[in-house]
């Protein structure tokens, strides 16, 4: 296992343990604990994770948000499981808007490059993704939030504001059938309600861990998503929850 490979296994199973020690994480990756320890300092460094007396901790909570670096290394197989499923939701000639985020990022990497659409994000990385040869791109403008490296604030708000769109690719920090979409910063909220708002046809792209949690700021209720697709993680009560006030969703399985 390569290096970059081993450590983002190790955020893997950090994030999803919530916390893991040393010794463990040894012996779930075969290496040695001088190994591990060197991996979470340079990981920590990065703001991937927090090291903690004897091993570590996820970086998380309700107000506090991860990094777009955080989250690219994260549930990384999932995400291009759902996004190799989300592409099929497109149809030929559609104006579509990809939101700024990590698992939109992999359904940019899979979407026609012949010219078929015309892409609009709000991301300088997925723009430069989706434009291939052919493709026409169009970016919202604004301020760069260089955490999460998207466009938000009064310039990409007009924009929006101005514009419809066929289909949205979405993501979130969270959603709960109660308590709906949110996020943990008020301009990204903002961006992603107008998104949205202008959208005919939105499709929520999150992995199963972000069911069920809550971040600072709402952005939707439920029953503005079309669809929702997720991996096979998702527990049987949320899907009900969600079927119940009208969103599919879409189950894939990682490999």
């Given at each position: 296992?390569?290096p970059a490979e081993r450590k983002r296994k190790i955020v893997e199973l950090v994030s999803d343990a919530g916390g893991r020690s040393v010794e463990a994480l040894a012996d779930d990756l075969g290496y040695?604990?001088?190994?591990?320890?060197?991996?979470?300092?340079?990981?920590?460094?990065?703001?991937?994770?927090?090291?903690?007396?004897?091993?570590?901790?996820?970086?998380?909570?309700?107000?506090?948000?991860?990094?777009?670096?955080?989250?690219?290394?994260?549930?990384?197989?999932?995400?291009?499981?759902i996004a190799a499923r989300a592409v099929e939701e497109l149809a030929q000639g559609q104006v579509v808007f990809f939101d700024s985020g990590t698992t939109t990022m992999e359904v940019a990497r899979r979407?026609?490059?012949?010219?078929?659409?015309?892409?609009?994000?709000?991301?300088?990385?997925?723009?430069?993704?989706?434009?291939?040869?052919?493709?026409?791109?169009?970016?919202?403008?604004?301020?760069?939030?260089?955490?999460?490296?998207?466009?938000?604030?009064?310039?990409?708000?007009?924009?929006?504001?101005?514009?419809?769109?066929?289909?949205?690719?979405?993501?979130?920090?969270?959603?709960?059938?109660?308590?709906?979409?949110?996020?943990?910063?008020?301009?990204?909220?903002?961006?992603?309600?107008?998104?949205?708002?202008?959208?005919?046809?939105?499709?929520?792209?999150?992995?199963?861990?972000?069911?069920?949690?809550?971040?600072?700021?709402?952005?939707?209720?439920?029953?503005?998503?079309?669809?929702?697709?997720?991996?096979?993680?998702?527990?049987?009560?949320?899907?009900?929850?969600?079927?119940?006030?009208?969103?599919?969703?879409?189950?894939?399985?990682?490999?």
């Amino acid at each position: 296992m390569l290096p970059a490979e081993r450590k983002r296994k190790i955020v893997e199973l950090v994030s999803d343990a919530g916390g893991r020690s040393v010794e463990a994480l040894a012996d779930d990756l075969g290496y040695s604990r001088a190994t591990i320890r060197r991996d979470l300092r340079e990981l920590e460094d990065e703001t991937l994770i927090e090291r903690s007396h004897g091993g570590a901790v996820p970086i998380t909570a309700v107000g506090r948000e991860q990094t777009y670096g955080q989250r690219e290394v994260q549930n990384l197989d999932a995400k291009r499981a759902i996004a190799a499923r989300a592409v099929e939701e497109l149809a030929q000639g559609q104006v579509v808007f990809f939101d700024s985020g990590t698992t939109t990022m992999e359904v940019a990497r899979r979407v026609p490059k012949d010219g078929s659409l015309l892409a609009v994000t709000n991301s300088i990385q997925l723009a430069s993704e989706l434009g291939g040869e052919y493709n026409e791109v169009k970016l919202t403008g604004g301020t760069l939030r260089h955490r999460t490296r998207a466009l938000v604030g009064p310039t990409a708000e007009a924009f929006m504001e101005r514009m419809n769109f066929d289909v949205l690719f979405l993501g979130t920090n969270a959603v709960d059938a109660e308590s709906g979409l949110s996020t943990p910063n008020e301009d990204e909220a903002r961006m992603k309600e107008l998104m949205v708002e202008r959208s005919a046809t939105v499709v929520l792209v999150a992995d199963s861990s972000k069911v069920g949690e809550r971040s600072f700021v709402q952005f939707a209720d439920v029953g503005e998503v079309d669809a929702f697709v997720t991996d096979d993680g998702i527990d049987r009560a949320a899907r009900e929850s969600f079927e119940s006030v009208g969103l599919r969703v879409v189950e894939v399985t990682a490999e």
